[in-house]
């Protein structure tokens, strides 16, 4: 689905960008532009990152 309209930014684009490394609504501003025009889509940007990196953490080992 789209996420940022302004900049054409699919759900998929962010799961990819956090794949790549990118952690932050910062890094995701510098990579993939998302909240850096109207600001609509911020909050649903950060609720799509959010769960790819609570995806990652739970595909995480437990280390004791």
Do not use: F, W
């Amino acid at each position: 689905m789209y996420v940022c309209i302004c900049h054409g930014v699919t759900d998929s684009h962010i799961e990819a960008a956090v794949d790549n490394g990118n952690e932050t609504m910062r890094d995701l501003a510098a990579e993939l532009k998302v909240g850096t025009q109207c600001g609509q889509c911020c909050c649903c940007a950060k609720k799509v990152l959010n769960n790819k990196l609570m995806q990652i953490a739970e595909a995480q080992p437990n280390v004791a």
